[in-house]
């Protein structure tokens, strides 16, 4: 495993996004939420992944709390400084300019996972009706109260993570965006900014949610399930994601990886990035953990870059 620091936040380049823990929208069932989801975390543990993304939203709040069941377990037996080098990121959703309303979603997040302070608090997505600058003044005292040990953003542009930090008075430390080979921006602004200013871009989604693996049909699985059925990629996105996995095949041969394995050293070939995949089996989780310590080559980091940049 790899790890990045930026802003004294340690974290390994491959977390684990557990958005899949309790939702019904993936559809996969009742025994993945009680059976395999505590299990990707322990196992996550032990491939040496310090990163576990979910969000209030999830489930909803059912990945907090398998979280915060899991890492709480006796049998798991953490020990305090273990735990202590975890980061579990968690989200909220700005839903009303008010100290009271975020105060309230901080106390159930703080109280399904388990922990006096929050490690990482994302705004999950920026609200039309209620300013980067006003979201931020609610978190602040959440900051002050050592309730929230660190503010990150997701969604936001570049602007408004500027104007973010400036309000909080504080680094807004990350910015969790959707970024792979067949969502490639951020790239463009956001991670250089970054690089530049010890700040990491998380990228969500960075096998396009299944779509970059070599055994999915992209235009029409019927065995998919779930939401996956309905988000079929078309326009340039489509276009992206036929030219990169013209590409990928021959890049993993070359490495004797997989094509998700490739798909994510691609994200952490730029700098500052940290990629969370979610993960239906212990072995997909190994084998994204695994590519933590795939480095591509020069030459194929621009060929899968080109691909992605298919319009
Ligand atoms: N901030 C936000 O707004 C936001 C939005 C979306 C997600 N997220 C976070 O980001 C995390 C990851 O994004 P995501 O789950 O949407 O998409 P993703 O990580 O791109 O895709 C996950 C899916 O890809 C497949 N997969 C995973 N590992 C694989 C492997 N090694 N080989 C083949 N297939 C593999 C699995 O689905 P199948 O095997 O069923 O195909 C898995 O459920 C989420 O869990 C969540 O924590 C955040």
Known sequence: MRYIE????RVSRIGIGTWQFGSREWGYGEAYATDVAPALIRRALELGITMIDTAEFYGPAKS????GNTLTDP?????????AAITVATKFMPIAPAEQV???????????????????????????LVSARRVMQSVRPLLAQGLVKRVAVSNYSLDDWQRAERALRAPVVANQVRFSLIAPAPAQELVPWAAAHDRLVVAYSPLGQGLLSEGRNPFGDAQTKGMRRYMRPDGAEARRLTAVRAVLGDIARANSASWTQV???????????VAIPGARTIEQLEANAAAAD??????????????????
């Open 6 to 9: 930026a802003n004294g936040l």
């Open 102 to 128: 975020l105060a309230w979603q901080c106390a159930g997040s703080r109280c399904r996972l388990q922990t006096d302070a929050l490690d990482l608090y994302y705004a999950h997505w920026p609200n039309p």
């Open 64 to 67: 907090e709390r398998i979280i």
């Open 294 to 311: 795939l480095v591509l080559a020069e030459d194929e980091m621009a060929r899968l870059t080109q691909a992605a940049a298919a319009d």
């Open 263 to 273: 798909a994510l050293a691609w994200v952490l070939g730029h700098p500052n990035t």
């Open 75 to 83: 049998t798991l037996a953490l020990p305090a400084h273990e735990r």
